[in-house]
């Protein structure tokens, strides 16, 4: 998981990336509360911080057919980004 410093370079990154099939995905679309099918056991109360890494997170892939040249492709994309911020 990377923690990015801001919701438009989360996008930035994964619309340069999901293309390519590397394993870069969001896995937390929503905070908890946002899932209607989890309202009868999370509280349906605001929780900033989840919100907040729900925007900002991306998952990389962990696969062991992720070669080294992929996974610098991916490391290049987020520095290339990060400059950006």
């Known amino acids: 998981m990377i923690l990015l410093p801001s919701k438009t370079i989360r996008d930035t990154v994964l619309q340069q990336l999901w293309p390519s099939n590397l394993g870069v995905i969001r896995l937390f679309i ?3 509360p946002n899932y209607t099918y989890l309202s009868q056991i999370v509280p349906q109360i605001s929780m900033p911080n989840a919100e907040d890494f729900a925007e900002r997170m991306l998952t990389i892939t962990n696969s062991l057919w ?4 992929e996974f610098n492709s991916i490391c290049q994309t987020l520095q290339a980004n990060m400059i950006k911020c």
Do not use: I
């Not at 992720?66 to 040249?69: R, T, V």
């Open 30 to 32: 929503h905070a908890l």
């Open 66 to 69: 992720l070669q080294d040249a």
